[in-house]
């Protein structure tokens, strides 16, 4: 069974930084293409990241480029997302995300339909 945990998240005052990982177990299959999304109270989930098999491919949602980076580690079975210059408005619950079946090794996924795993996030704080 595949699992996915975060780790990494807490409070932080603005204009800091953290790094949140994702380590993914129970994979039987070759490194899936993962996904980073936030989910804020009161607000649905959103796309944050989202990197390809291969690390060769990468996208992010408009607010948080320039100070987010996601990468991985495929031996390691491990995401990252390193967060800079953070805002008030990054204050969420951010989960990784796990796609199985990718066509190429450079594609990427941005909609939550098209991930087969979650974690259970970790919590985001950023004082202002």
């Known amino acids: 069974q595949v699992q996915l945990v975060e780790s990494g998240g807490g409070l932080v005052q603005a204009g800091g930084s953290l790094r949140l990982s994702c380590s993914a177990s129970?994979?039987?299959?070759?490194?899936?293409?993962m996904g980073w999304f936030r989910q804020a109270p009161g607000k649905e989930r959103e796309f944050v990241a989202a990197?390809?098999?291969?690390?060769?491919?990468?996208d992010y949602t408009h607010s948080v480029k320039g100070r987010f980076t996601i990468s991985r580690d495929n031996a390691k079975n491990t995401v990252y997302l390193q967060m800079n210059s953070l805002k008030p408005e990054d204050t969420a619950v951010y989960h990784c995300a796990a796609r199985r079946f990718i066509v190429s090794g450079s594609n990427y996924y941005i909609r939550e339909v098209e991930y087969d795993y979650w974690g259970q996030g970790t919590q985001v704080t950023v004082s202002s």
């Open positions: 990197i390809s098999r291969n690390g060769g491919s990468t």
């Open positions: 129970g994979l039987t299959f070759s490194s899936p293409a």
